[in-house]
Nanobody, 119 residues
Framework: VNLVESGGGFVQTGGSLRLSCAASGTTSSIDAMGWYRQAPRKQRELVARIYREGHTNYADTVQGRFTISGAVAENTVFLQMNSLKPEKTAVYYC??????????????WGRGTQVTVSS
């Protein structure tokens, strides 16, 4: 599976960005797609996920300001980020996930796209 992210860049505090991710390759039966981020000297963390049936979930820190959209069946996912703050500066990674029961059993990561929010 190959994931290509786009849409990162520089933005001032309070601004917006829209990230895009397209998956190709052996994408059948993907159960979910999503976005994670990793800030300097911090662990990678969940931002948002969207599941094949359309259900979404968000990290508490972005709820109400970020919106994930797209269609897992079409291998595309977007992340609209509004009211950005400097602490949201990070590399944002797209992920595809295969799930069994309540557990992720396989995933692929994109190379990431840098988002920098200036103060």
């Amino acid at each position: 599976v190959n994931l290509v992210e786009s849409g990162g860049g520089f933005v001032q505090t309070g601004g917006s960005l829209r990230l895009s991710c397209a998956a190709s390759g052996t994408t059948s039966s993907i159960d979910a797609m999503g976005w994670y981020r990793q800030a300097p000297r911090k662990q990678r963390e969940l931002v948002a996920r969207i599941y094949r049936e359309g259900h979404t979930n968000y990290a508490d820190t972005v709820q109400g300001r970020f919106t994930i959209s797209g269609a897992v069946a079409e291998n595309t996912v977007f992340l609209q980020m509004n009211s950005l703050k400097p602490e949201k500066t990070a590399v944002y990674y797209c992920i595809t996930v295969w799930i069994m029961g309540d557990s992720d059993i396989s995933n692929y990561w994109g190379r990431g796209t840098q988002v920098t929010v200036s103060s």
